[in-house]
């Protein structure tokens, strides 16, 4: 199972916080809204669903936090459009 991890303005898989084995960033735009910027999931990982297990995290971390995603990011984007569960978050 991957254990995915919580850092400043990211979510990500592995050790090292500098250099993960995945990752999915955001900048916090204002205080009601995220933007993804970046998503990023080494060969070892590619595959298995771990980006999507990253956008899990950040959903549910605008959620709590009363946020709506902005996702610039091409993956983030696509999966945010057809996933109808995410259009609560979803910034127009």
Not at 18 to 31: C, V
Request: charged share 30%.
């Amino acid at each position: 199972m991957t254990t995915i991890k919580k850092a400043a303005n990211k979510f990500y898989v592995g050790e090292d916080v500098k250099s993960p084995l995945a990752e999915m960033t955001y900048l916090e735009s204002s205080k009601t809204m995220l933007v993804i910027d970046h998503t990023y999931v080494s060969d070892e990982l590619r595959g298995q669903g771990v980006a999507g297990k990253l956008l899990e995290q950040v959903v549910l971390y605008a959620r709590e936090n009363k946020k709506k995603i902005k996702p610039l990011c091409v993956f983030a984007k696509k999966r945010m459009e057809e996933t109808t569960q995410y259009h609560d978050v979803l910034a127009e």
